[in-house]
């Protein structure tokens, strides 16, 4: 009995080591199984990560341009408002210039040569802001994105959809329209009526036509002769009585004279 005791205390730390090297290799394998779905999870943060940062860099330079167009729309357009209000002066000086007749312009030359300088004046600095006149010479085509048409007419040689008369001229602002021209424009002229067809005597002969008179003649001598035939066959008959000679008196109302 006392042998047996040391041995199996000898053989108690083999058995403890083999146990846990056993159980190591358990933990060895789990961690193993465990770390390929613990890097798919890091990987998959990772990705989502990126994909928000990206997002954010996107809508960061989107913010960007944007900011820089609304800084140049309002450099260019911040006085459209302005330059709507203005344009109406603009407008009496052009008449002004234009609705006087000669004689008027010789009686007040040097108002008129000043009116003259306040709107080229004004054109200048319209020039400076990029405010342009619209282009309505005579003959430009139609455009209805710059001008608005308050009249068609049939203008002899003027080409269709051409422009004959601006009413109002309009202007744009860095390439936008500020106030669309009123003009005038010209439409095809209608088609000619088709000559009418010559009558049917009108269609011979021009000399035959020019020269009438012998065809008609001849009708008339043959209608002449007729009459002259029942006098010359009248030996039997009767003169015809005059449609003014009084009737004959009746044969009884001459015996009754007598009696």
């Not at 990772?46 to 960061?60: C, M, N, P």
């Not at 009116?115 to 455009?143: C, N, W, Y």
């Not at 007419?153 to 309009?170: E, H, K, L, R």
């Amino acid at each position: 009995m006392a042998d047996e005791q040391p041995t199996q205390k000898a053989e108690d730390p083999a058995a403890e080591a083999g146990e846990v090297r056993a159980e190591g290799a358990e933990a060895h394998e789990a961690a193993e199984g465990e770390a390929p779905s613990r890097e798919a999870e890091l990987e998959a943060e990772l990705a989502a990560v990126k994909d928000r940062l990206l997002r954010a860099l996107a809508e960061a330079e989107n913010d960007r341009r944007r900011a820089a167009r609304d800084r140049e729309d309002a450099a260019k357009y911040g006085g459209t408002r302005l330059a709507r209000d203005i344009l109406s002066v603009y407008d009496n000086l052009e008449r002004a210039v234009t609705g006087a007749d000669e004689a008027t312009r010789s009686a007040a030359r040097d108002f008129f040569e000043g009116v003259e300088l306040t709107r080229a004046e004004l054109l200048s600095a319209f020039a400076k802001h990029q405010i342009e006149p619209i282009d309505t010479s005579m003959g430009v085509r139609f455009d209805p994105n710059l001008h608005q048409a308050m009249f068609e007419a049939a203008i002899p040689g003027a080409p269709p959809g051409g422009i004959v008369q601006t009413m109002q001229t309009g202007f744009t602002i860095a390439g936008r329209l500020l106030r669309p021209a009123f003009v005038g424009v010209a439409r095809a002229a209608p088609a000619e009526a088709a000559a009418p067809a010559p009558a049917a005597g009108e269609a011979g002969d021009p000399a035959e036509a020019a020269d009438p008179e012998p065809a008609s003649e001849e009708p008339k001598a043959e209608a002449a002769e007729p009459a002259g035939k029942p006098a010359e066959a009248g030996g039997g008959s009767a003169a015809p009585r005059p449609a003014s000679a009084p009737p004959p008196p009746r044969p009884g109302a001459a015996r009754t004279r007598r009696d």
